[in-house]
């Protein structure tokens, strides 16, 4: 910010406050897929070991991260999840996501034009070999089916709960109120994470959910393990990033994450 004394023979003087580098809107932002290779990120898909990308499911390919099904014969439950090397607490995601193409043969009927991004994650390498999902919070990213409502960012909690409404919320998923994306539109959905606190998602800028209190599920075998790990802490205050292969080919074109004050 410089400041100008202007002078004028008409005008007494003046002080006029002047920004000469306005910062940019996105300065803070540090995008963690460099839109050329999955530098960073490892996957983890249900049957085989951390690290083993079987069939080539994920890969970095014209500038976005595809989750691929041309290699399989059938999915046969090969869930996967692509995870990010590093933790993070407080802080806000944006992600940019597109459904592509036909579902994989054998896929269930619910992951038609379904994915998504985990957050507050178990470290994957303590998942066992035939686990399904991460114990973590999912932001769930549905595509239209051409006809009728279906809402995106959506929030899922495989082996955890939250509050909801000042409440224990302990279904499984529970939608937001976006509108429905139809076609292969990209889409642009966020969340901030406050630790343990406030969870916020986002839509194309919209604020389409809010919740709190992030928590494991004791009920569940894979939670309980964890539980014990933190000596009966329930709160997730940190965890791992997840990009969800769910067997319909999709796309990632940005995941870029802001880092928030505590």
Not at 87 to 109: A, I
Request: charged letters at 30%; a neutral charge; hydrophobic letters at 35%.
């Amino acid at each position: 910010m410089r400041t100008f004394v202007i002078l004028s023979a008409f005008l007494p003087i003046a002080l006029v406050s002047v920004s000469a580098d306005e910062p940019k809107k996105d300065a803070d932002w540090v995008a963690l897929f460099d839109g050329k290779t999955l530098d960073g990120w490892t996957p983890k898909i249900k049957g085989y070991e951390f690290g083993d990308n079987h069939a080539d499911t994920f890969r970095a390919e014209d500038g976005v991260i595809k989750v691929n099904y041309d290699k399989y014969k059938e999915f046969e439950g090969k869930f996967g999840h692509l995870f990010y090397k590093d933790k993070f607490s407080h802080y806000r995601l944006r992600v940019e996501y597109r459904f592509v193409g036909d579902q994989c043969k054998g896929g269930p009927g619910w992951a038609t034009r379904n994915s998504g991004v985990m957050f507050h994650c178990q470290d994957p390498k303590s998942m066992r070999k035939d686990q399904d999902f991460p114990v973590s919070i999912e932001a769930q990213f549905l595509g239209g089916l051409g006809k009728g409502k279906r809402s995106t960012n959506n929030m899922c909690s495989p082996g955890t709960n939250i509050v909801l409404d000042g409440k224990l919320f302990t279904t499984h998923c529970t939608n937001s109120k976006s509108k429905t994306y139809d076609g292969d539109v990209w889409v642009t959905a966020e969340i901030e994470v406050n630790g343990s606190g406030t969870v916020k998602h986002f839509v194309e800028g919209e604020l389409v959910m809010e919740y709190e209190k992030p928590q494991l599920d004791e009920k569940d075998a894979d939670a309980a393990k964890l539980v014990k790990e933190r000596d009966g802490k329930l709160l997730l205050e940190e965890g791992y990033i997840a990009l969800q292969a769910e067997s319909h080919p999709c796309e990632f074109r940005k995941v870029e994450v802001k880092v928030l004050k505590k």
